[in-house]
């Protein structure tokens, strides 16, 4: 990792790279790839708004779990003891699929006053989910202000960058007011392949998990921050939009793998020092809820896989852990 200190030259030079999209398509191509939409702007400054002065976590309901390869529905009852909790430290919620219930989410956000939702499609050859997605958008116009197709999807090799750029080219044209995009790690996006995809995306939404990275667990919480930062960094110069990140941070067990909630305080306190948010790049808080159900059923065929339950800053039973309790409350002008 190369140390990196957020500047205001850096973020002239993001701001720069915008403008260069959004006025001058030409020098755009030599500095960065992105989406540039007259139809999209209104949603652009709502999210460009909830990525400086909000806080977005990525968010399904406790209520869906899959087992066996069977998933559970959520109800509207579930969903606002979801976000009743959530509310008073979150105002941005990120979804990864709209199906079993989760389309009403938007719903129950727009009551409790949440002020944006980013919403997701989990299958990408699932047209009844991407309706329910649409229809989702069109009950809350002043809420949902993107959506993501896909998440992970071309790393499961389920698809290929070039027809991933092809599908959400298509789907933008169901509703051309919405921010596009998808989710991939962000080393996928560094490829030479990605520019196709890269120049069909209103905003990014990159996994960076240093918790995966091979010296996760003799590091300290300083540098594993540093990584995301440096990633993010990494993601302007290839990408000349917003850049939000949607999955990072530490799960909270199991311990023998160097997994604890202090080691999960430790990190999102180093994060937020580092990575103050700006209308170009911020990050996501990963996750809301523990999701035990995923030990056994996330990834089936590799086996047992003990972190993968524990994620959430609040456990299973909605309770907050370090992280969530050291996160201020929000107030009408939210801040981090």
């Not at 989910?129 to 499961?156: I, M, W």
Request: glycine content about 6%; aromatic content about 8%; overall charge positive.
């Amino acid at each position: 990792m190369r140390p990196f200190k957020l500047s205001a030259a850096y973020h002239r030079l993001l701001s720069a790279a915008l403008l260069a999209c959004l006025l001058v398509p030409g020098q755009a191509a030599a500095v960065a790839s992105c989406a540039q939409r007259p139809a999209a702007r209104p949603a652009l400054s709502l999210l460009s708004a909830a990525m400086t002065q909000g806080r977005f976590v990525s968010y399904q309901p406790t209520q869906i779990q899959i087992h066996q390869g069977k998933a559970t529905r959520a109800d509207e009852a579930g969903i606002a003891a979801d976000l009743a909790v959530l509310r008073p430290r979150f105002d941005g919620l990120i979804l990864y699929g709209v199906l079993d219930g989760a389309d009403r989410v938007v719903d129950v956000a727009a009551r409790l006053g949440f002020r944006a939702v980013i919403l997701g499609v989990w299958n990408l050859d699932n047209a009844r989910e991407l309706d329910l997605a649409l229809a989702a958008a069109t009950r809350q116009p002043q809420l949902v202000v993107g959506l993501s197709l896909g998440n992970e999807r071309v790393l499961a090799g389920v698809t290929s960058m070039q027809a991933l750029a092809t599908r959400l080219q298509q789907a933008r044209a169901k509703a051309p007011q919405l921010l596009w995009t998808t989710t991939e790690p962000f080393h996928l996006f560094e490829q030479a392949a990605a520019q196709p995809l890269l120049a069909q995306m209103d905003f990014m939404l990159v996994n960076v998990h240093p918790a995966f990275q091979p010296w996760f667990r003799t590091a300290s919480d300083a540098d594993a921050a540093r990584f995301v930062v440096n990633v993010v960094q990494d993601m302007a110069a290839v990408y000349c939009g917003p850049v939000l990140v949607k999955e990072t941070g530490v799960p909270t067990a199991p311990a023998s793998m160097g997994f604890t909630a202090q080691r999960q305080a430790g990190f999102w306190r180093s994060l937020k020092i580092q990575f103050p948010p700006h209308r170009l790049r911020a990050f996501a808080f990963f996750s809301a809820f523990d999701a035990p159900w995923r030990v056994t059923d996330e990834h089936p065929t590799a086996g047992p896989q003990p972190q993968e339950g524990s994620w959430g800053l609040y456990d299973a039973q909605r309770s907050p852990k370090i992280s969530a309790r050291e996160l201020a409350v929000l107030r009408a002008s939210s801040a981090r």
